[in-house]
């Protein structure tokens, strides 16, 4: 990241995705975490969209954890969280341009996968909540990008909006707070970390405003829109480097 230039796109970045994911439930790391790896590296960039998708769902849950379904929720959270280090070692160990291009790849799936609301046997009852939660947890150490695979989970077993972003805040910190267990904060100067904080704090609060005048599928919508042109931007990023 070179200069205030680098530093304001950070800042306008993290505030897009802090409004989202508080906007829709999921979103921080589909829509930023691209864009963070493409500023910051693969492993810096993926570790704040970690932290980042922590701290947002964490004040959204603050408001709506007597909501939460802590039945439902436990294969989901357990599976996740014996994937994490696998995620962990994948992020460590794969060159940067084949790192980049994977990311590129599964935001870009994934994005596709939730927007044509993919019906499958696989991912319903514990069996599917087991198969989400290991792929989520995979994903959301190796790439920043968890939220997914939990969307698809919920589609398949009939949730509504309501029932579904209290319970992808509840996930979003347990999970991201494992994915940073395994792999520690991310390295930035302390004017950075300033303008992320910052950039947090006004998107959690835009988001909430926004919450209450767009429809929520029209919301879901522009989420997977900005993460698939991420997705792709990142993947032919990768591309030229190999």
């Known amino acids: 990241m070179d200069g205030w230039a680098g530093e304001l796109v950070l800042g306008l970045v993290v505030l897009l995705g802090a409004t989202v994911q508080r906007l829709a439930g999921i979103g921080f ?12 590296g693969p492993n810096s960039g993926v570790t704040l969209a970690n932290f980042a998708a922590l701290a947002i769902s964490a004040v959204g849950l603050a408001g709506s954890w007597r909501r939460v379904r802590p039945g439902a929720m436990l294969p989901l959270l357990v599976a996740a969280a014996c994937a994490v280090p696998a995620g962990a070692w994948v992020a460590a160990t794969v060159p940067t341009a084949e790192l980049l291009v994977g990311i590129g790849l599964l ?21 599917g909540a087991v198969v989400a939660g290991a792929t989520s947890g995979l994903m959301n150490s190796a790439a920043g990008v968890g939220g997914p695979a939990m969307s698809l989970y919920a589609v398949n077993s009939g949730w509504t909006a309501q029932e579904f972003v209290p319970n992808a805040q509840l996930y979003g910190v347990v999970v991201n707070a494992f994915s940073l267990a395994t792999k520690g904060l991310p390295e930035l100067s302390v004017p950075a970390w300033g303008l992320v904080t910052t950039a947090l ?12 005048r767009v429809p929520e599928r029209r919301a879901r919508m522009v989420v997977l829109g900005l993460a698939l042109a991420g997705g792709l931007s990142t993947l032919v990023k990768g591309v030229s480097g190999l």
């Open 29 to 40: 790391a589909l829509v930023a975490a691209p864009v963070l790896v493409l500023l910051l």
């Open 107 to 127: 935001v870009s799936a994934a994005a596709l996968l939730v927007l044509r609301g993919v019906r499958a046997a696989a991912l319903r009852g514990v069996g």
């Open 201 to 212: 704090a006004v998107g959690a609060a835009a988001g909430r405003l926004l919450a209450a």
